[in-house]
Each structure stands twice: as C-alpha cells, then as structure tokens.
C-alpha cells in the first residue's frame, strides 16, 4: 500500500532564510503522482504542483522549486527567500496508477511552516 | 478558472442526527471525491465516484456513511447518526480522469461539528 512521510511535524523560520520541506513516498507502482499542497490558517487546500514518476526534471515557479529523486523516494520542496503569508501547513501527497478505478490521493500528515517576521 | 462548490461552509449538528454535505464539482469532471481532515490531522481519502457508482473506498467509509449524484449537478456525502468523532472538515474533490495525472480540483471544504 502507499505511504507518503514528512517527517517534520513544524518548522520554524526567519523571513527571508530558506527553507526545505521533506516528503519520502512508498509505492509498488511504477506509475504515479506526487503533489503539493498548502493549506493556509482559512482551512482550504490550494494546489503547489504535480509530478509524475517518469519526469525526475526539478522544478522551480518564482520562490518555489521542487526535488524529485526517485533513487531515494524523496518529493522535496524548497521555499527561497521566505515570507511570512508562506506561513501554511503543506502537505505532499501521492496518487497511484492502478489502472483500475478512481483512485484518491494519499496525504502525508503535513508540515507546519511558520516565518516569523 | 472553473470551482467545485461545496455548501455549507460550516455546519453544527447534533449527535445522533444525519446530516448531508454537497459539492457542485466542475461540470465537465466525471470523477467525484470526498476526504475528511479532522482537526489537526492529515487529509485522508473517504470515496470516490464514478458513473453513477462507488469506485474506490477507504476503510473509514463505512455504513454510517453514503455518496449520491442525485441530479446532473450535485455530489452528496450523507453521514447518518453523527458521532463526536465525525467532526472534521470534509473536502470533495472531482478530476476529469480516473488518475493522478488529470490532477483534482478541491472545493473549500465543509467545517463539521457535531455536538
């Protein structure tokens, strides 16, 4: 079965230091998605990005980038220069290619940002 | 950019009551959602929802639980005889396709309290 893991319970950092949050995945399929996703104090889920296994090419969108390594699993999410409204909890989550039917997403239990000012 | 709609945004029920949360997914989507994130957790998948049937299930979505596309527009969790565990915020979801490829597109959320 799949299983997405972020370690990191809370973070906590200065504005404007980087930051990188950490996702590992487990999955039996050769075919799947990764996602992330920011879940601000309001409570709603607001889509980062999606991959999908077959493109390991990193991703960068403003202060945003993205390192998919499948060697070691890993989905990782890197915030430059950050701010305090990246302040969110995030979560990675993953979506296997069964083949079959409308499979859901599996959320990791989330990491919880603060920047402080 | 096209929304799922989910109503009411916050609703207080009593224990023991049923209670039904709807979503209007995005009208050319042919998958359907629910998730349910209790306070301070992950978001973890309910169902999902295709031509008229279940598709897939997790173990928490149980007898006391039910989904329904009861006209062209609607997607309805039925949560019958609310417990105090039931409280969360429940999300529904729709994609236009059956994996992760086709990405999904969250409503809002409905807060649910049972008291």
Redesign the interface.
């Known amino acids: 079965a799949q299983k997405v893991t972020q370690a990191q319970t809370e973070i906590s950092v200065v504005e404007k230091e980087d930051v990188t949050l950490d996702c590992v995945y487990e999955t039996r399929d050769t075919t799947y998605y990764l996602f992330w996703y920011k879940q601000p104090p309001s409570g709603e889920l607001v889509f980062l990005i999606r991959r999908n296994s077959f493109d390991e090419q990193n991703e960068i969108s403003g202060r945003y980038s993205w390192n998919f390594q499948k060697s070691t699993s890993s989905f990782n999410f890197t915030i430059t220069a950050s701010q305090v409204v990246d302040s969110a909890v995030y979560f990675c989550a993953l979506s296997e290619d069964s083949g079959g039917g409308a499979d859901g997403l599996t959320f990791g239990k989330g990491t919880h940002l603060i920047i402080q000012p | 950019e096209p929304e799922v709609t989910q109503t009411p945004s916050h609703q207080v029920t009593q224990m023991g009551q049923e209670v039904i949360l709807r979503c209007v997914p995005i009208s050319n989507h042919l ?1 359907f ?1 629910w ?1 349910r994130q209790i306070l301070g ?10 031509n008229n049937e279940i ?2 299930k ?1 173990e928490i979505f149980d007898d006391q639980f039910s989904v329904e596309r009861p006209d062209g527009s609607n997607f309805t969790l039925k949560i019958r005889s609310t417990k105090l565990e039931d409280s969360a ?1 429940y ?1 529904c ?1 729709s ?1 236009e396709g ?4 086709y ?4 409503g ?2 409905t ?1 649910l309290t049972v008291v």
């Not at chain 2, 990405?103 to 969250?106: H, P």
């Open positions: 998958y959602y998730y957790q992950k978001v973890e998948f309910l169902v999902s929802f295709y598709s897939e997790s915020m999300f979801a994609s059956p994996q992760g490829g990405g999904y597109t969250f809002s959320g807060r």
